[in-house]
């Protein structure tokens, strides 16, 4: 019986781990809110380690005097429902989950957020996009 129980919860770990597997390594780059993009905009970014640690950051130049504003943070494991990110230079908390192809701004659950602030440019007049972004190479 204990034999069964051992293997039952070895399995289930092992089942969770691969579940929870980041879907690539290494740094990529990101603009969720497209339709802010301009002088000043903060570039943001993510790098998945190889360990599965999860590191969001941004740069901003200034276009006025070149200086250079910046800042990386560890958002933790890989989570695909929900990570939270916190940017303490500007006081900014935001939530998101990724998979391979794209980066989504949620709430603390993990629902997609909507909002014109997220509509492409090309999309100017439509309201309430999906807060969406391709995660670029």
Known sequence: MKKGYSLLLLFISILSFAQSKAPFTGKRSFNIEQGASGSGTPAYYLDVKKNGNVHFGFLQINQADQTETKEEINAGKYNPKVMKIHFKTYNETFYVKFNKEKIYLTDE???????????PVSELASINCNCESIIYK
């Open 109 to 119: 659950k993990g629902n997609i957020k909507k909002s014109d602030d997220c509509c």
